[in-house]
């Protein structure tokens, strides 16, 4: 297990305020008040080790296979529904949403490998990510990618806890499939949206694999 990048400050800045308030803790607690000290550092070690571990980015064999689309992220299912896209295809798309909770990893990865033809940030709310507004509402980033099975568009979308989209990709860049192409801090969603009668691997509920679990299949 590695962590990520985008990590680096925030645990240095956790780690310095775990050390602030448990030097202050002992100071003045820990003679006439030991079991409230002890339980102070033990309430801060743990978020100090969950902070680390929602940045990082476990040992996985990930799953390479031209035919298939790989799910961008860690989570669970939430919605598998065709819906008209508004914003890039204008016509009928199968929706295909993952939400990440706090303890997934983070790490988003792409679904295939391609040619990203489209790349937009929209400024937004923070509704609660599984919110059936928020893949159009909240704060989001989107991404279209193309190759010869077809072209598919996928969603990194904030949610009431998530304060900050990474994405690195742009217009024109060539991709491969289950490389990293973004993060997103702190607890939000995945959108896929894929072209109708494709053939969708995953169900309501289930819980998958960001770069492992097969999400559909290229009919």
């Given at each position: 297990m590695t962590i990520h990048r985008e990590g680096f400050r925030t645990i240095g800045?956790?780690?310095?305020?775990?050390?602030?308030?448990?030097?202050?803790?002992?100071?003045?607690?820990?003679?006439?008040?030991?079991?409230?000290?002890?339980?102070?550092?033990?309430?801060?070690?743990?978020?100090?080790?969950?902070?680390?571990?929602?940045?990082?980015?476990?040992?996985?064999?990930?799953?390479?296979?031209?035919?298939?689309?790989?799910?961008?992220?860690?989570g669970k299912v939430v919605v598998?529904?065709?819906?008209?896209?508004?914003?890039?295809?204008?016509?009928?798309?199968?929706?295909?949403?993952?939400?990440?909770?706090?303890?997934?990893?983070?790490?988003n990865r792409n679904p295939m490998s391609g040619k990203v033809v489209y790349n937009q940030y929209h400024k937004g709310k923070y509704l609660v990510a599984w919110h059936p507004k928020s893949s159009t509402e909240n704060e989001r980033w989107s991404v279209a990618v193309e190759n010869n099975h077809g072209t598919i568009l996928y969603k990194q979308i904030a949610g009431a806890l998530a304060k900050r989209i990474c994405n690195y990709t742009s217009v024109g860049q060539e991709v491969k499939q289950t490389e990293e192409y973004g993060f997103i801090k702190f607890g939000s969603r995945v959108d896929i949206l894929l072209p109708v009668g494709t053939k969708i691997n995953?169900?309501?509920n289930q819980v998958?694999?960001?770069?492992?679990?097969?999400?559909a299949t290229w009919s």
């Open positions: 800045i956790t780690a310095l305020i775990f050390g602030i308030i448990n030097l202050i803790s002992i100071s003045y607690l820990g003679t006439c008040c030991p079991r409230l000290a002890g339980a102070i550092f033990g309430l801060t070690l743990f978020f100090f080790l969950f902070i680390i571990s929602f940045f990082r980015i476990p040992n996985r064999t990930l799953t390479i296979n031209d035919n298939q689309i790989i799910c961008p992220a860690d598998i529904e065709e819906i008209t896209d508004v914003e890039y295809f204008k016509d009928k798309r199968i929706q295909v949403s993952v939400f990440m909770s706090p303890a997934n990893v983070h790490v995953v169900a309501l998958v694999k960001g770069g492992v679990t097969v999400l």
